[in-house]
């Protein structure tokens, strides 16, 4: 299932780990250990803001992915089903 991360990070640990080098390292591993079709980071309510949108095949895989975004950056997380223009094309059909 085509899913929506919206991780907003805390800004001190956020601080903490540029200044320490670490945010770019820890970045990198999430994707590469969630392979996101798409990724975008900005700000949401003066709050640095991630949102990823990936491939979720079991919600046995939501505590390896929700625990670094916790852990590292005490970020509060959003995880929402998303559909693209072909999913919601599928579904529509569906419905007659």
């Known amino acids: 299932m085509r899913v929506l991360l919206k991780a907003s990070l805390n800004t001190e640990k956020a ?4 200044r ?19 990724a975008y980071f ?26 670094p975004f916790f852990m590292d950056l005490d970020a509060e997380l959003e995880l929402t089903p998303v559909m693209n223009a072909e999913d919601l094309q599928k579904g529509l059909s569906q419905l007659r």
């Not at 900005?42 to 625990?67: A, I, K, N, W």
């Open 42 to 67: 900005t700000l949401d309510h003066g709050v640095r803001t991630c949102y990823l949108v990936f491939d979720m095949q079991d919600s046995s895989q939501m505590p390896p992915t929700g625990e």
């Open 20 to 38: 320490s080098g670490k945010l770019p390292q820890l970045m990198q591993e999430t994707m590469e250990h969630l392979k996101p079709e798409a």
């Open 15 to 18: 601080n903490d780990l540029i």
